[in-house]
């Protein structure tokens, strides 16, 4: 069956970074944030969290918008067992960094896209490893004020790429969408994106 074209994608997320990553892409798309309740539930593994979550983001706004394709996501920063989600302040800011410095962790990106009553969704895992850091270098970062709107307290582009040594899977998946999953959610829905 061939694909549908459809009205522009709506983005269920006020993230900047899941914007430029979609105009990266060359996907024209309107932004309509859900507003979920993002508390983990009780027994859930981060990746179950994730997973939730992007589903209801889609389900918060699909009522309001039946027509549409929306794509949403939600991404998780874990580490020995433990989901590290935006820091509160620069103090946590700075613990977070702390504990990543010189050690792999996990980065978690659930996406949900629907269209026209179906849903599809992927999970993408991506490890990455931040270098050994100074003191000043995390000082440094958190005067910034750019880590506590970011799972895990740092972002890998931008000035915050100086922070990273390795990455291990979807370098964009890390941003904050995985683009390949983007598309093959897409193709799953009949659904062109560009």
Not at 32 to 60: C, N, S, Y
Not at 86 to 108: I, Q
Not at 142 to 171: F, N, P, T
Request: aromatic share 2%; net charge negative; hydrophobic share 45%.
């Amino acid at each position: 069956m061939a694909s549908t074209t459809v009205s522009p994608l709506l983005l269920a997320s006020a993230s900047p970074r899941r914007r430029d990553l979609l105009r990266a892409l060359g996907v024209p798309f309107d932004v309509h944030p859900a507003d979920v309740d993002e508390t983990p539930q009780p027994g859930e593994t981060p990746i179950q969290t994730a997973e939730r979550l992007a589903r209801a983001k889609v389900h918060a706004i699909a009522e309001a918008h039946p027509t549409r394709a929306i794509l949403a996501a939600d991404t998780i920063v874990t580490i020995d067992g433990t989901t590290l989600g935006k820091p509160r302040d620069a103090e946590e800011n700075a613990a977070f960094l702390r504990r990543l410095a010189g050690r792999p962790h996990t980065v978690v990106t659930a996406h949900a896209m629907q269209h026209d009553g179906n849903l599809a969704t992927e999970t993408v895992t991506t490890t990455v490893h931040l270098r050994t850091l100074r003191d000043a270098e995390i000082e440094a970062w958190v005067a910034r004020g750019e880590g506590l709107d970011k799972a895990g307290g740092y972002a890998i582009q931008d000035v915050g790429a100086a922070l990273v040594g390795e990455v291990h899977g979807c370098y964009s998946n890390v941003v904050g969408l995985s683009l390949p999953a983007v598309v093959r959610l897409a193709e799953t829905l009949e659904v062109t994106l560009v």
